[in-house]
Structures are given as C-alpha cells and as structure tokens.
C-alpha cells in the first residue's frame, strides 16, 4: 500500500475580502486560523482506492469541526 497525506484547513477560502477602493489598510478575518484536519488517501498495489481516513488533532472540543458524521 501507498498512502499520502495532505493538511486541510477548517475555514478555506481567506484570501479575498471587500473593502473601499483606496483603503490603506484591510483587516482579514481569520488569517491565523491555523484549525485543520490531516486527510490520508491510501492505494493498494493493485490500484484500489481505501476510504480517505481525516484525523483530527487537538486537546479542546475548540479545535474539532461542530459537524455530525453519518454512520459507516
């Protein structure tokens, strides 16, 4: 088996934000969000794809998603 990971960031998408044209300054919201999960795919040697497996790391309940997982 191969397998890869990848890090995944919890809130994507920060690198764009609205502001009057001319401003000197833009605040963006949640530059150092750092919160994220670690995707793995994983292939057999006979090319068969395993289900992706996302771990999860922190010591709070801050740092998991609020999302309900259906069963299997």
């Known amino acids: 088996m191969n397998f890869d990971e990848t890090f995944l960031k919890i809130e994507p998408g920060r690198h764009r934000t609205y502001e009057k044209k001319g401003r000197k300054q833009v605040c963006v919201r949640g530059a150092k969000d750092k919160r994220g999960i670690t995707l793995m795919a994983t292939i057999?040697?006979?090319?068969?794809l395993l289900p992706p497996q996302?771990?999860?790391?922190?010591?709070?309940?801050?740092?998991?998603p609020k999302v309900n997982f259906p069963d299997g």
Do not use: E
């Open 44 to 48: 057999t040697h006979s090319g068969d």
């Open 54 to 64: 996302l771990i999860y790391k922190g010591k709070t309940n801050n740092c998991h």
